[in-house]
């Protein structure tokens, strides 16, 4: 189970600029936990979503529970992976 779900939804407003929000639910642990978790993620979409984001799409990381424990490395991997398949599913619809 991947450490965090992508939303991504194509805004077709003419606007280039990627949007980026980031959600953590209760259920993964206090507020420290949780505020890890976003750190974690903002890292993530600071390093990759230049390079491998949608342009003018709204994309949403919502924190899962085995996210924190997670390597650095393996939570890029599956937002680079997560990232491809969205940017494939845009332009096949």
Known sequence: MPGFVLQLRPRHDGEAGMRVGFTVTKKIGNAVVRNRMKRR?????????P???LPGADHVLIGRSGGIERDYQALTAELVKALGRARRACQDA
């Open 41 to 49: 993620l903002r890292a993530l979409a600071r390093d990759l979503l």
């Open 51 to 53: 390079a491998h984001g």
